[in-house]
């Protein structure tokens, strides 16, 4: 088992803190390798090594940047396999979407590397002559960011890529359940040529490591994705500066009288069991109209009979285990829950047959929104049928959550997608796909108490980790007074 340091100024240091935990296997509970549990006094390191490195990396131009990043995403690309492995071993997810995991990375990374062109202000006419007005983007300083576990290769991608075309220097802070795919990350970011000090990686408690990032002065942004008790302190806790908080969701999935209910099906079983349902955009509420309702409950129930729980890196499992027992006690504990409050347990709600952190795919029927397996995120394979009369009574139940991250509607009926687009609260909707999927140059983010209104990937992205300055020259020669009678 590999010991790895902290990442500070282009180098694996050794810390200050003598404590230390390890990484398991969740399909096996083996350990994978161990890290370091940094204090204080290395996150401060860290975080002045970030801060000494920004005027040097934020005065290469853009253009220049963004190569850095292209040959990111070739080395990533390169790796593609063996960094993917890792995500499975670390992580748990099967093979087939841990190697979607490190594509997104790719892509995320090609995207910005091309925005290093185009870190475009505007220009706007002056309402006094002989005067120019426009508009530059310039970096933020230190960020900070705190990423989770679901995805280990692209949530980074997706908050550093456009932090490093910007300008900005990093202080990572990956989940203690998957520290070697952050690792591997930033030692491939190193080969691309990212000088020493732009991006520094500390591990360790979120409790201790966390207050220190948030709360200093010299970390001018914190972009944080995890649950909402924590989004919630970081932004009471933070001071004045950039936060981007992303916190989760319910999702649901609409399916009409005239959906094409096959193909519902692939939906709902890809939105609600990939990635053991660990996603902030699973699909936990599927609201079917009642005409339809009882043919699509058989028809899940044998499908999700038909899963197979395994081990990620065996080429026969369709479900990977969940991510510790933490995990897994969670989602014990809400089918006691669902079962306590009267809805229908039709299949799963136990562990599976193995050693690791497994548990069964699992579907509720008989669920009334008022429940709470319809309304608090469970992040585990559990899945609750919601019947409704109609589409507004559809969209009414979809609403009525705390949160509003990603929406679907199956559907045939233009007027209904249509007004599925215009009333549903939430950052995404699909269409006739499930609620997973997000593509890396359109935004990405939700409404409610999924977040603060900050939106990742694409231009928004760009947005998050830019300044504006507003910029006028005035060559008239003469005292020129905006909004003054003369």
């Known amino acids: 088992m590999k010991k790895f340091g902290l990442f500070i100024g282009g180098k694996w240091v050794v810390p200050d803190s003598k404590a230390r935990f390890i990484s398991l296997n969740p399909a096996t509970k083996k350990p994978v390798a161990s890290f370091p549990s940094a204090n204080e006094k290395d996150v401060l390191y860290a975080i002045s090594i970030a801060k000494a490195a920004f005027p040097k990396w934020s005065a290469i131009p853009a253009p220049k940047r963004g190569e850095v990043l292209l040959r990111f995403a070739s080395l990533l690309r390169k790796n593609k396999e063996r960094l993917a492995r890792v995500v499975t071993q670390e992580m748990g997810k099967v093979l087939l979407e841990a190697r979607g995991d490190v594509q997104e990375a790719i892509d995320a990374a090609e995207y910005m590397a091309g925005e290093g062109r185009r870190l475009f202000g505007y220009t706007a006419p002056s309402e006094l002559p002989n005067k120019a007005a426009f508009t530059v983007r310039e970096p933020i300083?230190?960020?900070?960011?705190?990423?989770?576990?679901?995805?280990?290769?692209?949530?980074?991608?997706?908050?550093?890529?456009?932090?490093?075309?910007?300008?900005?220097?990093?202080?990572?802070?990956?989940?203690?359940?998957?520290?070697?795919?952050?690792?591997?990350?930033?030692?491939?970011?190193?080969?691309?040529?990212?000088?020493?000090?732009?991006?520094?990686?500390?591990?360790?408690?979120?409790?201790?490591?966390?207050?220190?990032?948030?709360?200093?002065?010299?970390?001018?942004?914190?972009?944080?994705?995890?649950?909402?008790?924590?989004?919630?302190?970081?932004?009471?806790?933070?001071?004045?500066?950039?936060?981007?908080?992303?916190?989760?969701?319910?999702?649901?999935?609409?399916?009409?009288?005239?959906?094409?209910?096959?193909?519902?099906?692939?939906?709902?079983?890809?939105?609600?069991?990939?990635?053991?349902?660990?996603?902030?955009?699973?699909?936990?509420?599927?609201?079917?109209?009642?005409?339809?309702?009882?043919?699509?409950?058989?028809?899940?129930?044998?499908?999700?009979?038909?899963?197979?729980?395994?081990?990620?890196?065996?080429?026969?499992?369709?479900?990977?285990?969940?991510?510790?027992?933490?995990?897994?006690?969670?989602?014990?504990?809400?089918?006691?829950?669902?079962?306590?409050?009267?809805?229908?347990?039709?299949?799963?709600?136990k562990r599976g047959p193995h050693s690791g952190f497994f548990f069964e795919p699992t579907v509720f029927s008989g669920v009334a929104q008022k429940m709470r397996v319809a309304r608090e995120e469970i992040f585990g394979p559990i899945v609750c049928l919601i019947k409704v009369k109609n589409l507004a009574e559809a969209i009414k139940t979809a609403n009525d959550v705390d949160y509003g991250l990603?929406?679907?509607?199956?559907?045939?009926?233009?007027?209904?997608?249509?007004?599925?687009?215009?009333?549903?609260?939430?950052?995404?909707?699909?269409?006739?796909a499930s609620t997973i999927g997000a593509e890396v140059h359109l935004p990405f983010g939700g409404v409610k108490g999924t977040g603060n209104g900050v939106r990742e990937a694409g231009i928004e992205g760009i947005n998050e980790f830019s300044e504006t300055k507003t910029v006028y020259i005035d060559y008239s020669g003469k005292l020129q007074r905006a909004q003054i009678d003369d």
């Open 141 to 349: 300083g230190v960020c900070a960011l705190i990423t989770p576990w679901n995805f280990p290769v692209a949530i980074p991608a997706w908050k550093m890529m456009p932090a490093l075309v910007c300008g900005n220097t990093v202080v990572f802070k990956p989940s203690s359940d998957t520290p070697l795919c952050a690792a591997m990350f930033v030692e491939l970011l190193h080969e691309a040529g990212i000088p020493g000090g732009v991006v520094n990686m500390v591990t360790g408690s979120g409790g201790i490591v966390g207050p220190v990032l948030v709360q200093n002065p010299d970390v001018r942004t914190v972009s944080f994705t995890g649950n909402r008790e924590t989004g919630e302190w970081i932004a009471k806790n933070a001071g004045v500066k950039k936060i981007g908080l992303e916190l989760g969701g319910k999702n649901p999935i609409i399916i009409m009288d005239d959906a094409d209910l096959h193909l519902a099906l692939e939906g709902v079983l890809w939105g609600a069991f990939g990635t053991t349902g660990q996603r902030c955009t699973a699909a936990s509420r599927v609201i079917v109209h009642e005409k339809v309702f009882a043919e699509f409950e058989k028809m899940l129930v044998v499908a999700a009979k038909k899963l197979r729980l395994g081990s990620g890196a065996s080429s026969s499992a369709d479900v990977g285990p969940l991510i510790n027992q933490k995990a897994l006690e969670k989602s014990q504990y809400f089918v006691s829950v669902g079962i306590k409050e009267g809805a229908r347990l039709l299949c799963g709600g």
């Open 406 to 432: 990603s929406a679907s509607i199956y559907t045939k009926g233009i007027s209904n997608a249509f007004k599925a687009i215009e009333q549903l609260e939430s950052g995404i909707v699909y269409v006739n």
